[in-house]
């Protein structure tokens, strides 16, 4: 948050416009749908209105556009600290659900930055996503040097001769995750060592940030410090990032319940197409209007 957005006097460019508010798990959504009105976000007006003191307040804040070069409707996903990312599973939960409330369709395809993503309604409010095919290579994480075998990525945290946690896995399901695997999730600073290294300079795009702990082949529990954001209830692509892995190590089956502070997903890492499968509920919060001189 920064003073400009609480001292601005100049109206938002998301005066007068109407949002959703959805929530995946906890993890919150403000929505903006801008198909029949199209605007050019400011990271001023996102801070603004991710920040509960200025504005509706969420963790990500999520657009829905027909946006140039991208076929059908395209979910754009903005972090609180308004910078634009690749990917939000639990989002994706929520806009696949409007979709098709919209449509009356119990399948539905739509673009994101990373790739295109296909849902499909499992009950009332429950969602499952194909995220697609991880990727494990240092450049597609990315890394910023050359790391061969990314279940082990090589930082260390404590004191350099003993150190407490070391050897991360790394990720990219749409946006770059580092995650630790630790004997007690509950029992980690991740507030303190999260920023530590969502800002390490091994991830030039900076990282989400997880403590796992592999309770059985197929239950992880899972806390997430997100990239620009922080602690949040839940995360739906770190929640994959964990389940793929600790299948990675060894740890895990291929379907596991992983359980975040704010409840349960399901994440399947299928062998016949490597694609990930996240199944889990959308909460619709409800609407509102941001005020004309917002
Ligand atoms: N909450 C999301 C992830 C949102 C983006 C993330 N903070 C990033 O910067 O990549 C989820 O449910 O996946």
């Known amino acids: 948050m920064t003073d400009a957005a609480t001292t601005s006097t100049t109206p938002s460019v998301l005066a007068g416009r109407p949002y959703l508010k959805m929530n995946g798990l906890g993890n919150k ?4 749908d801008l198909r029949d009105d199209p605007v050019t ?21 999520i657009t829905l556009e027909h946006r140039k070069g991208y076929d059908g409707v395209f979910m754009g ?6 910078s634009e990312v690749g990917a939000c599973g639990n989002a994706a939960r929520c806009v696949a659900w ?4 919209e449509t009356g369709a ?8 990373s790739e295109p993503l296909h849902a499909s309604r499992i009950g009332e409010k429950r969602i499952a996503v194909d995220m697609g095919e991880p990727k494990f290579g240092w450049r597609d994480i990315p890394l910023s040097e050359q790391m061969d075998d990314t279940r082990f990525v090589d930082i260390k945290l404590g004191p350099i001769d003993k150190p407490v946690l070391w050897g991360p896995s790394a990720v990219n399901v749409g946006n770059p995750h580092c995650i630790f695997f630790v004997e007690d999730a509950e029992a980690q600073p991740l507030e303190k060592f999260g920023p530590m ?3 390490h300079p091994l991830f030039p795009e900076q990282a989400n940030v997880s403590v796992a702990q592999v309770l059985s082949k ?6 997430v410090w997100e990239r620009g954001v922080g602690i949040t209830e839940a995360c739906g692509t770190a929640a994959c990032a964990a389940a793929v892995a600790a299948h990675r190590r060894r740890l895990t089956a291929r379907k596991a319940t992983v359980t975040l502070d704010g ?7 299928r062998e016949e197409d490597n694609h990930i499968i996240m199944t889990g509920p959308i909460t619709l919060e409800g609407e509102g209007r941001f005020a004309d001189d917002y």
């Open 77 to 82: 996903v903005y972090n609180a600290d308004g």
């Open 106 to 113: 119990s399948e539905i395809d739509f673009a994101t930055l």
């Open 218 to 223: 197929h239950a992880i529990r899972l806390r």
């Open 29 to 32: 959504f403000v929505i903006l």
């Open 41 to 61: 976000l400011d990271e001023e007006s996102i801070r603004k209105a991710s920040n509960p003191k200025t504005g509706p307040g969420c963790d990500q804040f």
């Open 263 to 269: 409840g349960d997903l399901t994440i399947e890492w």
């Open 197 to 199: 290294i969502e800002h």
């Open 98 to 101: 409007l979709l098709m409330e």
